[in-house]
């Protein structure tokens, strides 16, 4: 079905539930939220948990949280946290972006060399944020291009939106959804897919070397006050 561009709906807070998969296997849930606080400013959570089995893989055990402002419909990352839960080990990095100074730094369980200060430009974001840029900036055919500074190191994304919609089910739930794949990976691979009307992405995959790694598919998702 050809996808139509629709306007971007302001963003609002909400709350969604993702069901976690590994490798085609359901290996745990996650949860997303956005919440609005003091002074304006926003804050997007990220928690993924495996189940029973699955407690060894880092990426099903992984808390995220960024806390960010929104001027002129752009994304401002200001702190960034990071705790990744493995058996008998934790690591936890936090980050400052200083848009002051124009730099970023981390600290925490992190690489010393990734402790240096960072230089920002217009538009960074964190890997969180992008969850809902792709939200904002996705168009049929469109060509989106993000700098993301996170945990003491800066990568260049580029995705290609699909020209057409695809459906995407989860159990009894299916959405008609844009499917939104990075073109500059090699064989670290990301796609989103988004839908008209859902805040969040309806299913956010992973994969390795051609073959589905971590997959979040959307359960459920509701607005909160």
């Known amino acids: 079905m050809l996808a139509v561009a629709l306007p971007a709906a302001a ?3 909400f709350v ?6 590994n490798k085609g296997k359901l290996a745990g849930s996650a949860t ?8 304006g400013r926003w804050q997007i959570d990220l928690a993924v948990k495996g189940t029973k089995g699955f ?3 880092v990426g099903l055990n992984i808390e995220q949280s960024t806390l960010f402002d929104v001027r002129d419909d752009r994304y401002i990352p200001l702190t960034q946290a990071t705790v990744k839960h493995a058996l008998f080990t934790g690591k936890k990095m936090t980050g400052v972006y200083d848009w002051q100074t124009r730099q970023a730094h981390w600290q925490g369980d ?10 920002l430009q217009d538009g960074d974001l964190s890997a969180l944020l992008m969850n809902l840029a792709v939200i904002r900036d996705a168009e049929p055919g469109k060509q989106l291009q993000y700098r993301v500074v996170d945990n003491g190191k800066v990568r260049q994304y580029q995705y290609a939106v699909a020209a057409e919609t695809e459906i995407v089910a989860v159990d009894d739930l299916s959405y008609d959804a844009m499917r939104i794949a990075r073109t500059n990976g090699g064989n670290d691979e990301t796609i989103f897919w988004v839908a008209n009307g859902v805040p969040t992405p309806v299913r956010i995959l992973q994969r390795d070397n051609g073959e589905d790694a971590i997959d979040l598919r959307l359960s459920d ?5």
Do not use: S
């Not at 997303?32 to 002074?39: D, F, I």
């Not at 992190?110 to 230089?119: D, G, H, T, V």
């Open 110 to 119: 992190i690489k010393k060399e990734r402790r240096q200060p960072l230089p």
């Open 55 to 57: 407690a060894r893989i």
């Open 221 to 225: 998702y509701q607005g909160v006050q």
């Open 16 to 21: 969604a539930t993702y069901q976690a998969f």
């Open 32 to 39: 997303m939220r956005v919440t609005q606080g003091n002074a």
């Open 11 to 13: 963003l609002e807070p």
